[in-house]
């Protein structure tokens, strides 16, 4: 079949009918849809031209493990839409309609703008391959995937039943390392039967402030490629280790007999990004890890951190809802509430729930003597906090004071300039952080939160911590001026009341009712009078009270206390 013609600036392309070629053919488009596809192909992958035609690369459920070049985790035709450059050696599982399984050898390349892919059938290859056979892990995948579908959508929780379903699928040490929001923050979980093999050493490890990362997940990583060890003395595995690990090893050696271990490390890619690693770490055996490991390992990595994304996202947009209606309760207190003490408390508490801080107050500024009071607190364990006054200028929170915005300090030499150092060594606070209070543009105080263990202030966090205290602010500025205007009251001289006009007992129960709000028909019904005569009675009633009409008149007897 002639293909259409292309412009001048395009590259030139063969004229082919498909159906000479012996080999099992398709073409795609530049959207990645199959526009062509020869008998060979239909037969190969059990499906008829009219359901194959027009379904999209990305939904063709392939499962692509390895190409000539490296790891691939895309279909052939999209990695070569997106480089423009042939893939060769593509190896790819297809799933057919009658559920059996076919693996394909993919080689595809761009021709004008559409890209051909041969495929070539080696399902015999891989079932009876010696190797392939053993390392395939076709049912490992499924089983992985069930599981990860069963976890609970929490990224910890994920890691830890991948590696436990693993362990029990393929007995050894795996370990999953993830990156945090900071990437020098990294998440290790490891599972192993023996606990303490694995699993305890590692927490122990990074308890004792010896592990923030696996230096062979931070090298998979860096490099995007898996590492592959068939076999490796643990001593000669120190030679992967830094200088800080070394160090714990020497001092708490593993309390385990292996001496040789075969490791496949991987990368966990999401969305074209790199999460973390999945690795695989067991005694040698003597059939050692392939490259055929790498496949089926990676293929749970993948799966792993796509999992583990979607949970984050999930995780995200809880915390933001919860924050934003924490805020709208917070401003509902401050509206509802005229006393200040209960309005910060209720803002403490916000303070202390949604950003997981273990103690937060908030000190005022005495503009008399420029120094700061404790004002409301919460969090502390003492079971009562002295009141102390501070310059405003001291270091923290005097520096935010100054500069009028966050400030966090979280390395435990910076305590020592403290004032309250020994409120700090008492509480046994780690981290720090403080928000200037101010509405109006004048400075009204600070917003303290205190963190007895390491504090992951990301940007989000900062941004609801500067929210809250700008509520904080709005509530102080607010009864501040509600004081200022209640001393003005209390202050100013009463202003003397007017002597209620001299009524007879019928005009008086008439104003009554006025003030009321009935009308003259009413009044007349009420007072079994006619109406001309309420009218001659209002006449003389707004004559003695000076009033222009029954609403001034009204207005006065209420305000006056004539009733």
Not at 226 to 249: C, F, H, K, Q
Request: charge should be negative; aromatic fraction near 6%; charged fraction near 25%.
């Amino acid at each position: 079949m002639p293909v259409k013609s292309r412009p001048d600036n395009a590259r030139a392309v063969p004229e082919w009918n498909l159906g000479d070629f012996p080999g099992a053919v398709l073409v795609y488009d530049q959207a990645g849809d199959v526009i062509e596809a020869n008998d060979a192909a239909l037969a190969l992958l059990g499906r008829t031209a009219q359901e194959l035609l027009g379904t999209n690369a990305n939904d063709a459920g392939w499962l692509v493990v390895e190409s000539s070049e490296g790891p691939i985790s895309v279909h052939p035709a999209i990695a070569v839409l997106r480089s423009d450059q042939p893939v060769r050696g593509v190896l790819a599982r297809a799933r057919r309609p009658d559920g059996a399984d076919v693996w394909l050898q993919v080689d595809a390349f761009p021709t004008g703008d559409r890209v051909v892919a041969s495929l070539t059938d080696v399902t015999y290859l891989i079932a009876h391959s010696r190797i392939s056979s053993r390392s395939s892990g076709d049912h490992i995948i499924d089983e992985v995937t069930d599981s990860i579908a069963q976890a609970r959508l929490e990224p910890r929780a994920i890691l830890d039943t991948v590696t436990k379903a693993l362990n029990r699928l393929r007995p050894a040490i795996w370990v999953a390392s993830l990156m945090g929001k900071d990437p020098t923050e990294m998440l290790v979980v490891a599972t192993n039967d023996d606990p303490y093999y694995a699993t305890n050493y590692l927490e122990e490890m990074k308890a004792s402030g010896h592990l923030s990362t696996t230096p062979i997940s931070s090298g998979v990583i860096e490099s995007g490629q898996p590492l592959l060890i068939p076999s490796i003395t643990v001593a000669d595995l120190m030679g992967y280790m830094n200088d800080e690990v070394r160090s714990y090893l020497t001092t708490h050696p593993w309390a385990s007999t292996v001496t040789h271990l075969a490791i496949a490390v991987v990368p966990m890619r999401a969305r074209g990004a790199i999460i973390g690693t999945l690795g695989l770490f067991e005694r040698r055996g003597s059939n050692p890890l392939t490259e055929k490991d790498l496949m089926w390992v990676q293929a749970i990595a993948d799966r792993t951190a796509l999992a583990v994304e979607n949970a984050q996202l999930y995780e995200d947009a809880v915390n933001r809802l919860d924050r934003l209606t924490a805020l709208q309760s917070v401003s509902l207190a401050v509206s509802a509430s005229p006393d200040l003490r209960l309005t910060l408390k209720v803002i403490l508490d916000h303070v202390t729930a949604r950003l997981k801080v273990d103690a937060a107050d908030i000190l005022l500024l005495d503009e008399t003597d420029n120094t700061l009071t404790l004002s409301a607190s919460t969090g502390f364990q003492a079971t009562s906090v002295h009141d102390y006054r501070l310059p405003a200028d001291d270091g923290m929170p005097g520096k935010a004071l100054a500069s009028r915005r966050i400030e966090t300090v979280t390395a435990l030499s910076a305590f020592s300039q403290f004032r309250r150092r020994s409120l700090f060594a008492r509480e046994g606070f780690k981290a720090y952080g403080a928000v200037p209070l101010s509405s109006r543009g004048r400075l009204l105080g600070a917003l303290e939160v205190f963190q007895r263990s390491p504090m992951k202030a990301d940007e989000e966090w900062l941004a609801f911590l500067d929210a809250l205290g700008s509520v904080a602010a709005v509530a102080i500025d607010s009864a501040t001026m509600q004081e200022k205007l209640r001393q003005v009251r209390t202050t100013a001289s009463p202003r003397p009341s007017r002597v209620p006009p001299d009524m007879t007992r019928l005009e008086k129960e008439i104003m009554r009712l006025v003030v009321e709000g009935k009308t003259n028909r009413e009044i007349a019904t009420q007072v079994h009078l006619s109406q001309n005569t309420i009218k001659f009675h209002m006449r003389q009633i707004l004559q003695k009270t000076g009033a222009t009409n029954r609403t001034e008149m009204a207005h006065q007897a209420a305000k006056e206390g004539w009733l």
